[in-house]
């Protein structure tokens, strides 16, 4: 009779928990999902569930009347407030480029003079001058005596003299001139009637002596090269431009040195020379730069500032953007308060602003600081998403009982062996 008793009991216990169970379960409206999304790429959605493409975790279901308006989380306010978070309008505008690069201030290769001696003679007398020193156009290096001017000369002045065929005296002038003699001294031959026979080194340009090999008494015989004058005012700026920034040589370039930082010096022409180094992918850039004080020196650096802007496009700052490697995405603040991710396309970056080439609309809001503190925001909520898949799907099982005759004295010997 007891066991008996005992069955019925437990056959009543066992169809009350049933019952239970089917009351429960109709009084609980069924969830209709959505979609399936990954919690750390919450902008893409999935059909069906399964493992995320992404990452190493499950898709997490999307239910009816959990956030309709996207995959966003909800900051309380006075948190918000406390951390300083800050949030942005997305703008139209361009891009300001700008890139500095190292220069070389160098001689202006237009302005270089060769002194050279005309005909055969001897130095008569040198001003006291040296490689480096400073002249100026029209100054007088040295004096030079050529002998063999002077029958040529004396011909010329007697053939004046008896009034000759003018043809006959112009054809002894013109041999004087091809013969290396200036006209100025021409000019002094016919107004004092005398042979000049001293030829004056005259210095062409202003600037500074690179070369002088003249000295008193010594010879000098035809095309000898007596010195070398290198203008300073203008002056070569020259830098080597990556070929990435070639778009940027197209502007007005600024022009600083280190002893004058503040100061912007003028360019007077910019040309971006046709041939490139294959070895470093640069092109150079050679400035004319105006040097009326002689503040820059050849042989020491300056700086140039290139400057440019990209087409018109949605702007945001470049510290919204949170980089995943081959995706980048925002946090966008909705209407109603809360944030959601945004994925885009950037089409690149300058002074700390990005171009959005899709992805974003003008005025839309997005997060400029605290990013890390709605990113844990998302990825708790994600987290709590699959745990709560997890626990309806395969609620948690009781750990299994150790094998017969494994004891606590012998279980770690025996996971040893």
Excluded: C
């Excluded at 009982?401 to 062996?417: C, F, I």
Aim: aromatic fraction near 6%; charge should be neutral.
């Amino acid at each position: 009779m007891r066991r008996t008793f005992a069955y019925i009991m437990l056959t009543l216990g066992l169809m009350s928990v049933l019952w239970l169970q089917l009351a429960v379960k109709a009084q609980t409206p069924e969830r209709r999902i959505l979609y399936w999304y990954d919690p750390m790429y919450p902008g893409t959605r999935f059909d069906q569930p399964g493992r995320s493409p992404f990452m190493d975790m499950d898709l997490v279901p999307r239910y009816a009347g959990e956030a309709e308006s996207g995959p966003g989380v909800r900051i309380d306010p006075v948190q918000v407030q406390n951390l300083g978070l800050k949030v942005t309008r997305v703008k139209s505008g361009r891009l300001s480029y700008a890139r500095d690069l190292p220069a070389n201030i160098e001689f202006n290769g237009y302005q270089r003079a060769r002194l050279q001696s005309r005909a055969e003679g001897f130095v008569a007398q040198v001003r006291s001058l040296s490689v480096g020193d400073p002249v100026k156009a029209g100054d007088i290096l040295a004096t030079v005596t050529v002998p063999g001017w002077a029958s040529d000369q004396s011909e010329y002045l007697l053939l004046k003299a008896q009034k000759a065929d003018g043809r006959i005296i112009r054809g002894v002038r013109e041999k004087l001139r091809l013969g290396g003699m200036p006209e100025d001294m021409l000019k002094a031959v016919d107004q004092t009637g005398r042979v000049q026979t001293d030829l004056a080194i005259v210095s062409p340009v202003s600037g500074v002596i690179t070369q002088l090999d003249l000295y008193r008494g010594m010879n000098i015989e035809k095309n000898m090269t007596l010195a070398e004058v290198q203008g300073l005012d203008p002056v070569w700026v020259t830098a080597e431009i990556p070929e990435g920034d070639l778009y940027l040589a197209g502007g007005r370039p600024r022009v600083t040195a280190a002893a004058w930082p503040q100061r912007a010096f003028e360019v007077v022409s910019s040309a971006l020379l046709p041939q490139g180094d294959g070895a470093t992918r640069t092109v150079p850039l050679r400035l004319t730069v105006a040097n009326p004080e002689g503040l820059l020196k050849p042989g020491l650096t300056a700086a140039i500032r290139l400057r440019g802007q990209g087409p018109e496009g949605l702007l945001i700052p470049t510290q919204s953007l949170i980089d995943l490697g081959q995706t980048k995405r925002v946090i966008t603040r909705q209407e109603d308060g809360s944030f959601v991710p945004r994925e885009v396309i950037t089409g690149g970056s300058a002074r700390e602003e990005t171009l959005i080439a899709a992805g974003l609309s003008e005025g839309e809001q997005v997060v400029v600081s605290g990013l890390f503190l709605i990113d844990s925001e998302a990825n708790l909520a994600g987290a709590l998403d699959r745990l709560t898949a997890g626990s309806a799907a395969a609620p948690l099982q009781p750990a299994p009982a150790p094998p017969a005759g494994l004891t606590r004295e012998n279980r770690h010997d025996s996971q040893t062996d």
